[in-house]
């Protein structure tokens, strides 16, 4: 059983990160076992840690040479904001329901909002704007 942590302590994770893999592997011990991650604008929802971090790892997956710039992050401790922007060229086929297609040149910016009870992650909104670069023909 991993013990649990801070909003605080949280936020200084996800801030020291550098990308979606490291996010993940550190996902694990602050997650709930029963996480809700939600990404309204695609119609997904995901219940459970290890089915929320496998969808996470195959949209990570697409994602070929992605470029960070974190926005914004801030917290206290019942909520966490993260907002970012990835640069990336979409791999494959397992983002679902993005609007981006194999070999596309693409802008991710998402704003994360995550809730937290009893110092693990309860429940993550995604809010997302997805902008096509460029794209193969």
């Known amino acids: 059983m991993t013990q649990s942590c801070s909003a605080a302590e949280v936020t200084a994770v996800v801030s020291g990160l550098e990308g979606h893999q490291d996010f993940l592997l550190a996902a694990q011990s602050f997650y709930a076992q029963d996480i809700v991650w939600v990404a309204p604008a695609r119609g997904i929802r995901v219940v459970g ?13 697409s994602m070929w040479n992605p470029e960070f710039t974190f926005l ?5 401790e019942r909520q966490i904001i993260d907002e970012f922007a990835v640069r ?4 494959g086929n397992t983002i679902d329901s993005a609007p981006v ?7 991710l910016k998402r704003l994360r909002i995550l809730e937290v009870q009893s110092g693990r ?3 993550e909104t995604c809010i997302e704007n997805w ?4 794209t193969v023909e």
């Open 131 to 134: 902008t096509v670069l460029e």
């Open 121 to 123: 992650v309860v429940h």
């Open 49 to 61: 840690r290890e089915a929320v971090i496998a969808h996470q790892q195959r949209e990570a997956a």
């Open 88 to 91: 990336f060229v979409c791999t």
């Open 101 to 107: 297609r194999n070999g596309d040149l693409v802008e």
């Open 72 to 76: 914004r992050r801030s917290n206290n």
